[in-house]
């Protein structure tokens, strides 16, 4: 019987080897092509979605936690193909033969799975990557009643793993894919989380022809556009009825197409829509002081672009006119009826567009030979350009920006094609657009100091403002300021990549604990891997009151090396227990409503030559994007020693009340709350109608933490009954219970 099930293994073998090989084979081709799978870059200000296939894909970056808003992280919530992240290219070629055999003198075809041919194979070649530099650090912030609640609303988004990083950056996202053309896609998406460099983030793409032919008069086209950008500072309060894509008009502006240009930058910024009465430069937000809101400009800048197609790295040469055209479009594109050809009968058109058809309709003055860029559409001298530019009307909101990398003569089986670009935004910071904006409505504006042009400021000699009124030119000249912001961005980005991505490293985000106790609020942080950083410098606390996107974050102190001794402590965070520090902040108002987070630092050295140079000497900070801190935090009254020091407050309760907050320290996020002060470690609060009608019991205790009472003497109620009504004018009997039958009455009143 053993002899016969061995010649029957014997017999079987091969084929279930042969099986099982097939078997793996499709369960490895399932798992490689995961094509549509999605991240999101999210380690600077500037975030954006990645798709491994380029497919289109939306995102709502609320789930990823906008918080600090004040940090003004922006990114676009939908990612249809953008350049952004190395999406949304175009390659084009002559005679090419697509996959059906047909020949065509002049093809170009979006890379994408989501509008050319129904591709018979996945386009994912190498499954996508997410890598972080740390961990997610421990976040924990106690609420009123609540035990140690973990701010879980950010989960991590990327594995942790520091062996993967470029150079210094914080986080990498790679994923190489394989177009209908028969190029392979390889890029790698990184960014920094230090504060010099947190404005932009790397795309390195290289294009590997593995079609088996040689392509010829190849172009690779990139697009990059202002539509559906999400900001973190726009929704506390709500400024949507402003801010809409409807009412956005744009202006472009490419730099590096002319003699004396020193950097390569294709930017974008907000302009005024000759549709609507007024001046709507910078988006100024009327019912809330005149702020602005779209004070920045976003930008992308070449790095580097291969001369010639190469096999040897060391071969690799940048070539200072690529790239050969640059220019804006909006839908239709010289007679098609969609952005991009999905017909061969439309793709020579498409082609024509790529090379540079529709720059020479109105070509850039003094523009490299050679070349093809359209002229910036804010040198036309006119506030209304769309009617001299192709396919763009004020009324379109998909403006945006092409450039185009060719022509190369050849491009043959195994060469490879070179690209890096940053993507990113820069202009006034979101204080600064605040005060601008307050002083702008007031009609108190001064003017930018040191600017290059008396009248445009950094804009265009001929650039037309709106309007005549001086008080918003001098606003706009602010807003012009960006292209100065913009250019120290892309500079700091073009030394990184020169450095080998080398600039110095921000240091591990810091383990929080945060609490609110009825001395004030304490703060437990611990850092030990910054610790152990060369140069390490210490920490700063920040602190902001309230969620509102005109509060934002001040230092509340900070401490080098020789200050934490003081502050030394065994701090235990969640289920960790670290060697850290204890701070408490006591200059805080009972009750009202704050928001922490700890930053560690460390000091960059004077002869760091990796450094930016007007960065050496200074402290780079822990990433903020690091500190989840989006719970609140209230401090709390201290325990009563008799029922006979409660207080009630406000008595009387006025809803139009304007000193709430100031008096109180009412949260100024809600400040339609009754408080209750001094109250003991445990009592009941039962609340009646001025007729005897109990309407609600509120159970007062505390919570210990390491033997630390950390809810005190302190209450409030948000005067909505136990039965979920809210409650009308008229007086209210308090009593108040405690387990020893000692018992006290109060009366208040409410008008509303």
């Not at 279930?16 to 399932?30: D, I, K, P, T, Y």
């Not at 960790?576 to 701070?583: L, R, S, T, W």
Request: proline share 5%; net charge negative; glycine share 8%.
């Amino acid at each position: 019987m053993k002899m016969f099930y061995k010649q029957m293994l014997r017999q079987t073998f091969p084929a279930l080897l042969l099986l099982a090989v097939v078997l793996m084979s499709v369960m490895s081709a399932e798992m490689l092509y995961a094509d549509g799978e999605k991240t999101v870059i999210r380690m600077g200000k500037f975030w954006c979605g990645v798709v491994d296939d380029g497919g289109t894909a939306t995102f709502e970056y609320g789930n990823f936690s906008w918080f600090p808003n004040d940090y003004n992280c922006q990114g676009p919530s939908l990612q249809d193909g953008s350049g952004q992240t190395g999406s949304g290219f175009i390659m084009a070629a002559t005679n090419w033969e697509d996959p059906l055999g047909n020949v065509i003198p002049k093809a170009a075809i979006l890379w994408s799975p989501d509008s050319d041919y129904e591709w018979s194979q996945p386009m994912v070649t190498v499954p996508m990557t997410n890598y972080v530099r740390w961990e997610m650090p421990l976040n924990y912030t106690i609420q009123s009643t609540d035990t140690q609640a973990e701010n879980k609303q950010v989960e991590p988004w990327g594995e942790a793993d520091a062996s993967k990083m470029i150079g210094t950056c914080d986080q990498v996202v790679e994923v190489t894919t394989q177009n209908p053309m028969g190029v392979e896609v390889h890029r790698k998406i990184f960014a920094w989380s230090q504060q010099y460099h947190d404005d932009y983030m790397v795309c390195d793409v290289t294009l590997t022809n593995n079609s088996g032919k040689t392509l010829t008069g190849f172009y690779l086209n990139i697009r990059e556009n202002d539509m559906y950008i999400r900001k973190a500072a726009g929704s506390e309060p709500s400024v949507s009825d402003i801010a809409n894509d409807s009412r956005r008009y744009t202006w472009q502006h490419y730099y590096g197409a002319r003699e004396g240009d020193s950097l390569r930058v294709f930017y974008m910024y907000h302009g005024d829509n000759p549709d609507l009465a007024g001046d709507q430069m910078g988006m100024p937000i009327h019912n809330q002081d005149g702020r602005l809101y779209q004070h920045e400009m976003h930008f992308y800048a070449i790095l580097h672009a291969s001369k010639a197609p190469y096999t040897n790295e060391a071969e690799d040469e940048d070539d200072w006119l690529q790239p050969t055209v640059t220019d804006v479009y909006s839908r239709p594109l010289v007679g098609l009826t969609e952005v991009y050809a999905k017909t061969n009968a439309d793709r020579p058109k498409l082609y024509d567009f790529i090379a540079g058809y529709q720059a020479t309709l109105n070509p850039m003055e003094g523009a490299f030979e050679g070349t093809f860029h359209q002229k910036p559409n804010d040198e036309f001298g006119s506030p209304d350009w769309s009617s001299e530019l192709s396919g763009l009307g004020s009324a379109s909101t998909f403006h945006g920006r092409f450039c185009s990398f060719g022509p190369y003569a050849e491009f043959k089986d195994g060469e490879k094609l070179h690209f890096v670009y940053v993507s990113g935004f820069a202009g006034l910071s979101i204080e600064k657009a605040k005060e601008i904006g307050e002083k702008w409505l007031a009609g108190t504006l001064e003017e930018p100091p040191n600017l290059p042009n008396e009248r445009t400021g950094y804009l265009p000699e001929n650039f037309a403002f709106p309007t005549d009124d001086e008080n918003n030119n001098r606003k706009n000249r602010w807003l012009s300021t960006g292209v100065d912001s913009v250019m120290a961005s892309v500079s700091r980005a073009k030394w990184n990549y020169e450095h080998d991505w080398q600039v110095p490293m921000a240091p591990e985000p810091p383990h929080m604990l945060i609490f609110g106790t009825g001395e004030g609020v304490e703060i437990h942080w611990a850092a030990p891997e910054a610790e152990d950083m060369l140069n390490f410098w210490g920490y700063r606390i920040m602190r902001r009151v309230g969620y509102q996107d005109t509060v934002f974050y001040e230092e509340v102190d900070r401490f080098d090396m020789n200050a934490l001794d003081d502050l030394a402590d065994t701090v235990r965070i969640g289920s960790m227990i670290y060697d850290g520090y204890k701070f408490l902040d006591d200059s805080v108002l009972a009750g009202a409503s704050y928001y922490y987070y700890v930053q560690s630092g460390i000091e960059v050295d004077e002869d760091d030559f990796d450094a930016y140079p007007t960065t050496r000497g200074k402290i780079l900070w822990s990433g903020r994007v690091w500190s989840t801190s989006r719970l609140d935090v209230n401090p709390k009254r201290p325990i009563g020693s008799t029922l006979s020091d409660i207080r009630i407050v406000p008595n009387p309760y006025y809803i139009s009340n304007s000193y709430l907050s100031s008096d109180y320290g009412i949260n100024p996020d809600d400040p339609r709350l009754i408080m209750f002060f001094n109250l003991p470690k445990t009592c009941k609060i039962k609340i009646f109608t001025e007729s005897g009608d109990l309407i609600k019991t509120i159970k007062h205790t505390y919570t210990e933490i390491s033997s630390l009472e950390v809810s005190s003497g302190w209450e409030e109620w948000n005067m909505v009954t136990d039965n979920q009504q809210a409650i009308s004018s008229g007086i209210y009997i308090a009593v108040f219970e405690t387990p020893a039958k000692e018992v006290a009455y109060q009366k208040f009143i409410v008008v509303r």
